[in-house]
């Protein structure tokens, strides 16, 4: 199937470079030429599929299939018009090939082992196995975005469709999910967007490749790829960051166009994705008289942000209020700019508050979804919290480590598991320059909003944060060693970078290291003061260390970043697939979590008895069981706290819960044993309800089979 994956790929980028001499003449610019292919190249696919399923009602196997076609021709165009002139381009490559330095040997490499590592993995990712891959194969089956539950989940389809559109593309193509490069496509976009901000602020070419490669080893780049693939976070990143990237570039040619398509993606991708409006709005330069426009939108901003984070604990409105007044500081000395620019961005919006509008209308269509919205997004509760509601050991993870503490939740971005503390200081440094002023502002807000909203539930939430962090810290970077009195190639910038790969798992402090994973997590947020103490002795051993002659040298420089920013993350990602002798299916019973032995076994064991079509499943912690066994599974572990689970079913009547059991035909209950890594989570919060207890009870439920993570049950007629 990877001839299916380099093709989908191939498809977008044949139909954005045939877009973009239409949207913008000055094409001098190669990275953002590339940029600018990316962006129109999905929105060839994504924008007409949306249109066609809400607004006209036409089947999508015909948008996929005109879709492909033309693309297959405009790639077949591009290899002949290649073929002509291949002396050209070969003179071209050769060229290109000896002017490369290590930074970019090392870029290259970088993509090559992540191209490497996205072909070997399956389908994975908990949310993508729950919602995205079953609504991608729901949507193929009905050849339409319907409107309603997705029988495989019997979660509603309201998530904006932009990753499932991408998932459906190798559904028509292939009759199966071959998407995985599609992803390494966008690291590549948000990666030329990193060095195209570097060199915006005034950083040199080399600072700027930096600036890649530590986007490109930071610990969240690796989980979107290992983890999140299958996500709408690689979707929001770029298409949210090409956003704001081109708000104060209007002037410039194309630029306008990009800023409205990729602000229409933007809402496409992910419900964050209708913040662009806000961000755009308050990021942007206006002249004073709309600057008091810009002040009264903040302040009702900032009230909201308030009022949303201090309920969740009463203390948030520290942090809150800090983050604001650090906006309004950044504004306030901002100098003013022409009329027209504020004009020209009214105008722009127009296209993506029209497909925000479409999208918002085929929500509102769903049943109760406007009351998810409205708590989920307007209201802010009654009661105020004055405790922080800290997670508990056995229920942290990768994306939620922020929550175990007040402090770790504040300073996630500083001290998260998905960043790099050590570039903490740094990203101080840099949010004070006078060059960064767009990009603090971008940082700032959208970081104020997420920790209103979210602080306490997902790290990957910040997807649209990437590059500005990465831009601040590699400008705080480059002041610091001015100031140290280093020159731009000292190896103490590449000691700073390099320290990513330490955190991919949590190292520090050394005692949580052989701890198992979830309470690894916790622990590393519980001895923040012992693992900032670690950082500070990093810094200073890399201060030291950067002074001496011999480690100032090119040949080490060579060796340090082949080891520690080359070596460390290839060999993560070649080691399991040497161990497992280059089989697939072997390395994903290893190191794929969905595909490990004993669910598969369950799988396995569902799929060779006979089950009912109609027969449903109730089931805790069984990411895409519906897709795998095409049955209809109502996961409690996803949808417990549901509008779209009855009161019936959550009952503490046992009489009640086998009626509703019964009426709805739910012959199945998957329980889990005491190997299962959520098991400790699954006796203290599920296994006290009801149907449970009655899969337990042998009058009603057999135990059909068992092993040490699940035990199935099935309806006992008799």
């Excluded at 942000?305 to 983050?323: A, D, Q």
Aim: aromatic share 18%.
């Amino acid at each position: 199937m990877l001839h299916y994956q380099i093709l989908q790929v191939l498809i977008i980028l044949a139909f954005g470079n045939f877009l973009t001499p239409y949207l913008s003449k000055n094409l001098t610019n190669t990275n953002l030429r590339v940029i600018k292919a990316i962006t129109y190249g999905y929105a060839s696919l994504i924008i007409p599929v949306v249109l066609a399923a809400l607004l006209f009602d036409s089947p999508l196997r015909l948008v996929f299939f005109l879709h492909s076609i033309f693309g297959i021709l405009l790639l077949l165009f591009y290899t002949l018009q290649a073929l002509q002139n291949m002396h050209k381009y070969y003179w071209k490559i050769s060229t290109l090939i000896n002017q490369m330095g290590l930074l970019d040997l090392l870029l290259v490499l970088l993509f090559i082992g992540y191209g490497f590592l996205l072909i070997m993995y399956d389908l994975r990712g908990y949310d993508a196995l729950q919602f995205y891959i079953p609504n991608a194969f729901y949507f193929f089956l009905e050849d339409d975005i319907p409107v309603g539950l997705n029988p495989f989940t019997f979660f509603p389809t309201f998530k904006p469709p932009a990753n499932v559109i991408i998932l459906m593309q190798g559904l028509y193509l292939a009759r199966d999910f071959t998407a995985n490069l599609h992803i390494l496509l966008l690291i590549l976009g948000t990666s030329l967007l990193i060095y195209e901000g570097c060199r915006e602020i005034g950083l040199n070419d080399y600072l700027g490749k930096l600036g890649v490669i530590a986007f490109l080893i930071l610990p969240f780049t690796f989980f979107l790829m290992f983890e999140y693939a299958y996500y709408q976070e690689p979707q929001i990143m770029f298409f949210y960051s090409v956003a704001i990237f081109g708000v104060n570039k209007l002037d410039k040619d194309g630029m306008p166009a990009l800023v409205a398509i990729s602000s229409s993606l933007a809402i496409l991708s992910k419900m964050s994705g209708y913040s662009v409006f806000l961000l755009i709005f308050l990021v942007m330069k206006l002249p004073s008289n709309y600057q008091r426009a810009q002040i009264v939108v903040f302040v009702l901003m900032g009230l909201q942000l308030l009022r949303k984070g201090s309920v969740r604990y009463i203390l948030n409105f520290i942090p809150i209020l800090l983050f604001l007044f650090i906006y309004l500081y950044l504004v306030l000395r901002e100098p003013d700019v022409e009329k027209k620019i504020a004009e020209q961005i009214l105008r722009i919006l127009r296209w993506p508050f029209l497909v925000g509008f479409i999208w918002l209308i085929f929500m509102l269509q769903i049943q109760e979804i406007d009351t998810f919205l409205i708590d989920t997004y307007l209201k802010s509760g009654t009661s105020i919290s004055f405790t922080f509601n800290s997670l508990t050991p056995f229920a942290t993870f990768i994306e939620n480590g922020m929550g175990v503490n007040f402090i770790s939740s504040f300073l996630y971005i500083a001290i998260g598991t998905l960043f790099n503390p050590i570039l903490f200081p740094f990203l101080i440094v840099g949010l004070i320059s006078n060059t960064t002023q767009h990009y603090s502002k971008w940082f700032i807000l959208f970081y104020v909003i997420w920790f209103s909203y979210f602080g306490t539930t997902s790290g990957r939430y910040l997807a649209p944060l990437i590059v500005p962090y990465i831009v601040i810290c590699m400008q705080g970077l480059s002041i610091a060693v001015q100031k140290l009195g280093f020159n731009s190639k000292n190896p103490f910038p590449l000691f700073i970078i390099g320290t990513n790969v330490i955190f991919v798992l949590p190292a520090l402090p050394l005692r949580i290291l052989l701890l198992q994973q979830n309470i690894r997590f916790y622990s590393y947020y519980e001895a923040l003061i012992v693992v900032l103490s670690f950082m500070i002795l990093i810094l200073m051993l890399y201060y030291k260390i950067s002074r001496v002659p011999i480690i100032q040298s090119r040949k080490f420089r060579s060796i340090f970043f082949i080891c520690s920013i080359g070596l460390a993350p290839f060999a993560l990602i070649f080691s399991g697939t040497v161990i497992t002798g280059f089989d697939r299916d072997e390395f994903n019973e290893e190191y794929n979590y969905i595909s490990r032995p004993h669910y598969q076994e369950l799988i396995d064991y569902l799929v060779q008895i006979d089950i009912d079509l109609d027969a449903r499943f109730v089931t805790l912690e069984t990411p895409g069981l519906g897709y795998f066994i095409l049955r209809s599974v109502l996961d409690l572990g996803i949808l417990s706290t549901s509008a779209n689970v009855s009161s019936r079913l959550l009952s503490s009547n046992q009489t009640t819960v086998i009626e509703f059991l019964d009426e709805n035909n739910f012959e199945y209950i998957v329980s889990l044993n005491s190997s299962h890594v959520f098991y400790t989570e699954f006796v203290r919060r599920y296994e006290s309800l009801q149907v449970f207890q009655i899969a337990g009870n042998s009058d009603f439920f057999d135990v059909i089979f068992g092993n040490s993570e699940y035990f199935l049950h099935r309806r006992n007629i008799g």
